[in-house]
């Protein structure tokens, strides 16, 4: 038995273990086998079209009667200055002759990625029964909607500001992100200086600021850290590098062996891909826009800008964009639904 059941109560699985979204990463197969096993299996999505979405959560639905998430980008227009996109270009050109490149794009007018009127209307019909989102929330009218229509809804803070922001929005479980996390950070409010907050000072405080479920997410690698994170007064995790090691992810084998290498101190935050803090494994180009210091573009414009060299990219890792956390080298290759059965067996032996 779980210390606290108010995320099984909630979502109706059996086991407080939700598998983080990891747009680009998770496969259909991925979130049924970890629905099915007891947890919460986690489709995300940035651009992919409604059609798409439509046709993921019938095939889940087809692989389980579990519940199961999907996962939204929830941000706002990037309002970037064109002194800052022209400098970016520049910054940019020694990489992209490179790679064998001249062309940089000009047009960075690229589909926001953002959770849209559309995304609504798709969500009322297909009614999964978990909703969540990165980068904020959408409106209060879209809130209502999808909680009146029987979504559970999640959101990620990476501070107490942020969790109380969500609290006061409707969410029904917040997730508090530390900064081992892989990937972006859920960081909304784009005023405050992120100072990194790690998961074991982040989740105690946020559990203490607010009176919804918390879930802890960043650096939880085996049933050590979900027992730790029920010591904070968390009432589940987010677990996504932990998968990225299961047959079911979409994971490339240059990002498999650079998990399987990786060690404590392979990765840091960058904005060098997307504008938009997230956890990577190093490589020489984030280091070097890292160490010029220069203002980028916002999340997407950045993503447009950097696209083509991670299309150019071959098999080594000077270009590539490989989302982990800090935790990776604690990795177990296995399937998805033995994982979860082995943390599960792992944290209730020390709970």
């Not at 779980?2 to 059996?14: A, F, M, S």
């Not at 991670?310 to 270009?319: I, K, M, N, P, V």
């Not at 800090?326 to 943390?343: D, H, S």
Request: aromatic share 6%.
């Amino acid at each position: 038995m779980w210390p606290k059941t108010y995320l099984t109560d909630l979502l109706g699985n059996r086991h407080p273990i939700i598998q983080a979204p990891m747009a680009g990463s998770t496969t259909v197969e991925l979130v049924a086998a970890v629905s099915n096993a007891g947890g919460i299996g986690s489709m995300g999505y940035s651009e992919t079209p409604s059609e798409t979405i439509r046709e993921d959560a019938a095939k889940i639905r087809k692989l389980t009667d579990k519940p199961f998430n999907l996962n939204f980008f929830a941000h706002n227009a990037p309002d970037n200055e064109p002194d800052v996109i022209a400098s970016t270009r520049e910054r940019l050109q020694p990489f992209y002759l490179e790679v064998g490149l001249s062309e940089i794009p000009q047009d960075v007018s690229k589909p926001l990625f953002t959770f849209t009127e559309e995304r609504l209307e798709l969500l009322l019909e297909i009614k999964p029964p978990v909703v969540s989102f990165h980068f904020g929330l959408p409106d209060s009218t879209a809130i209502e909607s999808l909680k009146k229509a029987g979504c559970r809804l999640l959101c990620s803070a990476t501070t107490t500001d942020e969790a109380v922001v969500l609290e006061q929005s409707g969410v029904d479980i917040i997730v508090a992100q530390g900064w081992e996390a892989g990937g972006h950070r859920g960081s909304f409010d784009l005023n405050h200086e992120d100072h990194g907050v790690g998961t074991l000072a982040l989740v105690p405080q946020i559990v203490d600021a607010v009176n919804v479920p918390i879930v802890a997410a960043g650096g939880i690698a085996d049933g050590r850290g979900i027992a730790a994170a029920f010591m904070l007064g968390a009432c589940g995790v987010q677990m996504g590098t932990a998968f990225l090691s299961c047959p079911e992810a979409n994971v490339s084998d240059v990002h498999l062996e650079a998990i399987r290498n990786s060690r404590d101190d392979d990765t840091r935050l960058t904005k060098a891909f997307s504008g938009r803090p997230a956890r990577a494994r190093k490589n020489d180009y984030i280091e070097s826009i890292a160490a010029h210091r220069l203002p980028l573009p916002d999340f997407p414009t950045m993503y447009t800008l950097s696209d083509p060299l991670r299309e150019a990219s071959d098999d080594t890792l000077d270009y590539r964009f490989l989302l982990y956390g800090q935790a990776a080298a604690l990795n177990r290759e296995m399937p998805a639904a033995e994982l979860v059965k082995t943390l599960v067996t792992e944290a209730q032996n020390l709970l």
